[in-house]
């Protein structure tokens, strides 16, 4: 079956812009989460939905926002792009946020703000 | 949040198996030990998780000690694609929290 798919892939904005990501998850998974990799920070937990709510929210500032839609399928905002923005963004699908449930990841979505 | 504790790189020879270590010492009775690894700009790639009984799969073995304050990840017969980050996480609710990992390093 697909895994979780992510788009754009690779994508270059330029500061004060904003920019929209995509994410499907694996067919039957409810839950979706974002994380923002970078060299120095490393990975880090943006938020979480189920069921269209937003259950966690990780330590980033407003600009960072998402939802989620009834299909499941989530989408990231980041408004008033800063350079410090540039990072992979991952998501990840499980069933649902019961403890024990397999979390898989897809491959990203490269941003490069310039 | 439970932390987790790894060694920042370990070396294998190929062909032989991969003991990565990780250490739980605060982790709760209901929390889940995780393990992913990443391949250089890819995304994380689930490996195995487990409770308290050892687990087992295609990949990989998990080993958690009964005190659960630990556990093994344990590829079998490593190979060169197996040289990665690998991660080991006590999930808390379904946020995961990674920590440096370490860098397998499969060498010839």
């Known amino acids: 079956k697909a895994g979780v798919t992510q788009t754009p892939r690779y994508l270059i904005k330029t500061r004060g812009q904003q920019v929209t990501l995509s994410c499907s998850p694996i067919?039957?998974?409810?839950?979706v989460s974002w994380y923002q990799q970078t060299p120095g920070q490393g990975l880090q937990f943006l938020f979480e939905?189920?069921?269209?709510?937003?259950?966690n929210k990780g330590n980033f500032p407003g600009r960072f926002s998402g939802r989620q839609f009834s299909n499941s399928r989530s989408e990231m905002n980041v408004s008033t792009l800063e350079l410090g923005d540039s990072a992979l963004y991952l998501c990840?699908?499980?069933?649902?946020?019961?403890?024990?449930?397999?979390?898989?990841f897809g491959e990203g979505s490269w941003l490069t703000v310039v | 949040d439970a932390k987790t504790t790894q060694p920042p790189s370990m070396d294998c020879a190929e062909g032989r198996a991969a003991n990565l270590p990780c250490n739980h010492s605060t982790i709760s009775g209901n929390e889940y030990v995780y393990w992913y690894r990443q391949i250089h700009s890819q995304g994380p790639q689930y490996i195995i998780h487990?409770?308290?009984n050892n687990e087992t799969n295609e990949m990989a073995s998990l080993i958690i000690t009964e005190d659960r304050k630990s556990s093994t990840l344990i590829l079998p017969h490593a190979t060169l694609r197996d040289t990665a980050v690998y991660y080991c996480i006590v999930l808390a609710g379904n946020m995961l929290t990674f920590g440096g990992g370490t860098r397998l390093m499969v060498k010839p």
């Open positions: 939905y189920f069921s269209e709510t937003q259950r």
């Open positions: 067919s039957g998974h409810r839950s």
């Open positions: 990840a699908s499980s069933l649902g946020p019961d403890r024990g449930n397999t979390i898989y």
């Open positions: 487990g409770l308290k």
